[in-house]
Antibody
Framework: QVHLVQSGSELKKPGASVKVSCKAS????????INWVRQAPGQGPEWMGW????????TYAQGFTGRFVFSLDTSVNTAYLEISSLKAEDTAVYYC???????????????WGQGTLVTVSS | EIVLTQSPVTLSLSPGERATLSCRAS???????LGWHQQKPGQAPRLLIY???SRAPGIPDRFSGSGSGTDFTLTISRLEPEDFAVYYC????????FGQGTKLEI
């Protein structure tokens, strides 16, 4: 059974950095990319980009370049999202997500992590 | 970038009633790559529908999706108490966009 388990909530000050983890189990980690999605309070989800778990190559969506870094540690089946120079507007729940086996080729998100709340406040 | 507009913003209904949620895209959605997710407070989204009309495994058949091009609909035929939640449409492909959601309330 596929599971994506994320690290716990974080409270950070403006200007600090945070690293969120997403540990995968129940499948061969390198066969499916990991996507990252942000959901600000009261808002709809927003796609941040994805990382190939095969090559480690990241792709960032518009608005998520510069301060956002996707990385992997394939030895522990874990993907990471690091955000630097945190701002108050980065306060959100961050999700990792994966395409399901049954999607028929389209990259819909069928598996989601439980989410990690990052709060940026002085 | 394709923008998804959901309507209504809030839908107030009672258990047993039929719910119809709309999602309109600013441009045609290729390959019908349109899905619907349900989200309850404090939980991650849950995939209901993909490919505009295919139910994800384990999703009850009271949930159905339809539409093509720029206009898509999620229908819940007979509302159960556990169906009251926020619903998001999701256009996927080489990039992804989500609607702003419809809150289905009692």
């Amino acid at each position: 059974q596929v599971h994506l388990v994320q690290s716990g909530s974080e409270l950070k000050k403006p200007g600090a950095s945070v690293k969120v983890s997403c540990k995968a189990s129940g499948y061969i980690f390198t066969t499916y990319a990991i996507n990252w999605v942000r959901q600000a309070p009261g808002q709809g989800p927003e796609w941040m980009g994805w990382i190939s778990t095969n090559t480690g190559n990241p792709t960032y969506a518009q608005g998520f370049t510069g301060r956002f870094v996707f990385s992997l540690d394939t030895s522990v089946n874990t993907a990471y999202l690091e955000i630097s120079s945190l701002k108050a507007e980065d306060t959100a729940v961050y999700y990792c997500a994966r395409v399901p086996e049954y999607s028929g080729g389209g990259p819909i998100f069928g598996y989601w992590g439980q989410g990690t709340l990052v709060t940026v406040s002085s | 970038e394709i923008v998804l507009t959901q309507s209504p913003v809030t839908l107030s209904l009672s258990p047993g009633e039929r719910a119809t949620l709309s999602c309109r895209a600013s441009q045609s959605v290729s390959s019908n790559y349109l899905g619907w997710h349900q989200q309850k407070p404090g939980q991650a989204p849950r995939l209901l529908i993909y490919g505009a009309s295919s139910r994800a495994p384990g999703i009850p058949d009271r949930f159905s999706g339809s539409g093509s091009g720029t206009d898509f609909t999620l229908t819940i035929s007979r509302l159960e108490p556990e169906d009251f939640a926020v619903y998001y449409c999701h256009r996927y492909g080489s990039s992804h966009t989500f609607g702003q959601g419809t809150k289905l309330e009692i």
